[in-house]
């Protein structure tokens, strides 16, 4: 079985400086999507950015970056000029390819909580 | 964007009653549901899986008969705790799965803080 590991409970940032956020995982799979979803406080799971994995170049999306390491099956998230409302749990997930009757589910990690000090 | 509403947001029931929660995907075909539950500041813990028509795939663990799923149109899903407990008091959360949408099709529903007092 997959598993998903983030091993920060916890991270705090100042405001406009950057943080990484780490994720590993486990998995025999050689194609699969991986995911970084966050949760403000008003629960509202928001998706932040995916990679597949066959994909050699690390995802973007506006402040938000990954690092994708297949080999080290890590895959870490880096916020930069961090705002206050990043403040939030983020979850990595992964999901495998083909189904092999998963439907297709999310697997995700515990969490780590951000907090983004002004 | 995709919408999937869950209702209720917050729910207190009395002990050996029962709860229903529902979850409507307004803009989207919901193919695939998944049900989630959310200790406090843990991770999601799949239940149970529904592809509409069809019954639901439990996790292992997850008693079928207290936790009722009922997926039967393609925007509507529900949770029904039965003969809930203390222990049942948790948050709930619906993810919809829209096919169309591909990798990105998984739309959250913004939970259910259920209290069984």
């Known amino acids: 079985a997959q598993t998903v590991t983030q091993s920060q409970p916890e991270m705090s940032v100042q405001e406009a400086e950057t943080v990484t956020l780490s994720c590993t995982y486990d998995t025999s799979e050689s194609d699969y999507y991986l995911f970084w979803y966050k949760q403000p406080p008003s629960r509202q799971m928001i998706l932040v950015i995916r990679q597949e994995a066959y994909k050699q170049q690390n995802a973007t999306e506006n402040r938000f970056s990954v690092n994708f390491q297949k080999a080290a099956k890590s895959f870490s998230l880096k916020i930069s000029d961090s705002q206050l409302g990043d403040a939030a749990m983020y979850f990595c997930a992964y999901r495998r390819s083909n189904s092999g009757g998963s439907n297709y589910k999310l697997t995700f990690g515990k969490g780590t909580l951000l907090t983004v000090n002004p | 964007g995709a919408v999937v509403s869950q209702h209720p947001s917050r729910v207190i029931c009395k002990s050996g009653t029962s709860v229903k929660i529902e979850c409507r995907s307004l803009d989207f075909q919901a193919t695939t549901m998944f049900w989630y539950r959310q200790f406090p500041k843990q991770s999601l813990m799949l239940m149970a899986t529904?592809?509409?028509?069809?019954?639901?795939?439990?996790e292992q663990g997850v008693e079928k008969d207290k936790f009722l799923i009922n997926h039967a149109s393609l925007t509507l899903s529900t949770l029904t705790v039965t003969s809930a407990h203390p222990e049942d008091s948790s948050f709930y959360i619906c993810s919809a799965r829209d096919w169309d949408r591909g990798i990105n099709g998984y739309t959250f529903g913004s939970g259910t803080r259920l209290t069984v007092v």
């Open positions: 529904s592809n509409e028509g069809s019954k639901a795939t439990y």
